[in-house]
């Protein structure tokens, strides 16, 4: 039955994915120096269109046209934080979904505090961080060296759902099973593979994945189980065949262009907890 | 007969690959962020030097050693542009070719202008955009969502050759025929490939290739020809193996790297319009 | 019998990734923007773990869990120097090995000027660059274009030692033949392939791997070989199967993910000289 389950949310899974095809959403970034690239082309991948751009001068006028709004403070300054809450402040006003990336919360204070006010001054839609990350921002628990989560929360389930309904979001504590809660529903998502640990930037493009599915699908616990099971199903099928690192990402790449709804509702492995 | 020109044109677009190939010009970029690992790339696999400075306290230096001078405000904010305007005043001084790709001009306000003021207050020799880019600067229609055309011009000939009047340049708007002009002669160039819209920065890096063959041939309509040609052709040869866009972007940068004359004069389809 | 010491540092080498990849140590990066992405990659692949923050708000206190920082003014403007000088005084009142790539020495003042700063102000551990680099950091001849060495300085041996008594750190001048000294000792490494002159950020990337090592390796100079042999052992593989510099990449990266001990034992060619 849990099976069926899964095969019933891969189903409408499939079906967001096609949307995301046929409404090519604009995906504005203000994203770390280390990903853009990889960022765009994943925007592309999936169906999508980017745009990276970070002046305080054009934000808001950039963000009026997108379909979401992805912050992602991985190489911050106080400058960009504040293009991003300008930028943030003009999303929320036309109701287009953010989704926000605490990349290294918890590793400095500046990371730690740029990230709280995000989420205190901006309406989020989804918030999808690693399991120190998320543990950082919510003060339960967790620990991170860099961007990586060194000791994760200890109840991920309970974490998730807590911190959903603290800030009225979506939360995805992203590891081994991701776990996604709107703060009354859990999804749990067993899709991925190891190998995404051994390049950079996989938390930051399964971030960007979530919101090209928040662009068309208004359920935000769907739309973040959604790209967190295309990102993790094109990553166990580029596992097969690689022979290292940078095999695996060019692998990534081709099968996240290459998924059809037919591979999603044989391969998703996403399940209400 | 248009294949016998084709012919002519192919085989003068190999000898100025081999003179790009022997000269190793230096190419001073300052751009943007997404691209700048890749149009380094594509710089030294067409067999030019790369260097990105955007320091306003370098730039005018840097570019005394430069062959040729790339803009590309694709990620742009007031201070990157105020460095362009210093580099591009000190290139203009030395004779040194500056190529301008206008990144998301009609996206926003800042984007629209700042490309307005480095048209009107350097001298280019080559403007390369898609349509919709070249519609805003121009006014001539076109309409840009991010970074992307979404409505070409009506007559992509005519707003190349106005353009390429109004500002004394060589105009290259790249699309699925790449149209070039420099007001009085047109090339339609017919190399490329659809896996080119599936990558990022195929644009940016299409700029490079016109900005490799600026520094070593002062005629631009040929110069710009020949980059749009070679990347075209490049494209051409790596979509056959592709199993997605990572691949085919592997063996795009492998192509531009292995391109020989006889593969160019064979392949070239470039016409006078 | 250089054979034979050569396999005594191979064997040492190995020993080395081994406890680098049991360790994981953090390598805080200040470093440009064409390469961030790509030596966040190779810093996992070898086996440690990336961060790259340049904030002057955070990088004190980011150095402080790294085991290695990395100063890298590639993209430099003065804001990103001051950055650095602050990141590397904490390094230094912590003990934490600082390596410096000082790209693009002698191509204008600024970085000529910065460079030194950074060399004058703090405690480096290793210097790592091309010949014509070090040349124009030392005064002792050289030539740069852009990032290029154009120009060797005569005789790197001598000019590896000079410096590195002048400054009390590790030299090291890769090329053909990468020479590495302490200011006692000189160690030659062959290793390495000429593909890797047709990809952007090699010499960054060499930098990285000398980091990782002298995480773990408080003898600089053998810390230095380890990342020098091990990356230009990489890089040999890659070459055999590689159609050009992109495939030549991804094999590259692979084969640091995958490289053994017993291949380096195997394959190191570092002789004292």
């Given at each position: 039955?849990?099976?069926?389950?899964?095969?019933?949310?891969?189903?409408?899974?499939?079906?967001?994915?096609?949307?995301?095809?046929?409404?090519?959403?604009?995906?504005?970034?203000?994203?770390?120096?280390?990903?853009?690239?990889?960022?765009?082309?994943?925007?592309?991948?999936?169906?999508?269109?980017?745009?990276?751009?970070?002046?305080?001068?054009?934000?808001?006028?950039?963000?009026?046209?997108?379909?979401?709004?992805?912050?992602?403070?991985?190489?911050?300054?106080?400058?960009?934080?504040?293009?991003?809450?300008?930028?943030?402040?003009?999303?929320?006003?036309?109701?287009?979904?953010?989704?926000?990336?605490p990349?290294?919360?918890g590793?400095?204070?500046?990371?730690?505090?740029?990230?709280?006010?995000?989420?205190?001054?901006?309406?989020?839609?989804v918030l999808r961080g690693n399991s120190g990350e998320i543990g950082a921002v919510s003060g339960l628990g967790g620990e991170v060296?860099?961007?990586?989560s060194i000791k994760d929360v200890e109840d991920p389930e309970e974490v998730a759902r807590t911190v959903a309904r603290k800030?009225?979001?979506t939360v995805a504590i992203t590891g081994k099973r991701d776990v996604i809660s709107d703060g009354?529903r859990v999804i749990g998502v067993d899709?991925g593979?190891?190998?995404?640990?051994?390049?950079?930037?996989?938390g930051?493009?399964a971030?960007?994945?979530?919101?090209?599915?928040?662009?068309?699908?208004?359920?935000?616990l769907?739309?973040a189980t959604?790209?967190l099971?295309?990102?993790?199903?094109?990553?166990?099928?580029?596992?097969?065949?690689?022979?290292?690192?940078?095999?695996?990402?060019?692998?990534?790449?081709?099968?996240?262009?290459?998924?059809?709804?037919?591979?999603?509702?044989?391969?998703?492995?996403a399940y209400y907890l």
């Amino acid at each position: 039955m849990e099976k069926e389950k899964a095969k019933d949310l891969g189903f409408a899974i499939g079906q967001m994915l096609e949307k995301v095809r046929q409404q090519k959403p604009l995906l504005h970034h203000i994203t770390n120096f280390v990903v853009m690239n990889d960022t765009a082309n994943v925007t592309l991948h999936i169906g999508a269109l980017p745009v990276m751009a970070h002046a305080r001068e054009e934000v808001a006028e950039m963000v009026a046209a997108a379909g979401a709004l992805v912050l992602n403070p991985g190489t911050l300054t106080p400058a960009w934080v504040e293009s991003m809450i300008v930028a943030g402040r003009r999303a929320n006003e036309l109701g287009i979904p953010i989704v926000l990336d605490p990349v290294g919360a918890g590793a400095t204070t500046l990371r730690t505090q740029s990230n709280l006010r995000l989420l205190e001054g901006l309406k989020i839609a989804v918030l999808r961080g690693n399991s120190g990350e998320i543990g950082a921002v919510s003060g339960l628990g967790g620990e991170v060296k860099g961007v990586e989560s060194i000791k994760d929360v200890e109840d991920p389930e309970e974490v998730a759902r807590t911190v959903a309904r603290k800030y009225g979001l979506t939360v995805a504590i992203t590891g081994k099973r991701d776990v996604i809660s709107d703060g009354q529903r859990v999804i749990g998502v067993d899709n991925g593979h190891a190998m995404l640990k051994t390049i950079t930037g996989t938390g930051c493009m399964a971030t960007t994945m979530i919101a090209a599915f928040a662009a068309v699908e208004r359920d935000y616990l769907l739309a973040a189980t959604a790209g967190l099971v295309c990102y993790g199903l094109a990553a166990e099928m580029a596992a097969s065949g690689a022979k290292g690192p940078a095999s695996f990402k060019a692998a990534l790449f081709d099968n996240i262009y290459n998924l059809t709804p037919a591979q999603i509702a044989e391969g998703a492995r996403a399940y209400y907890l």
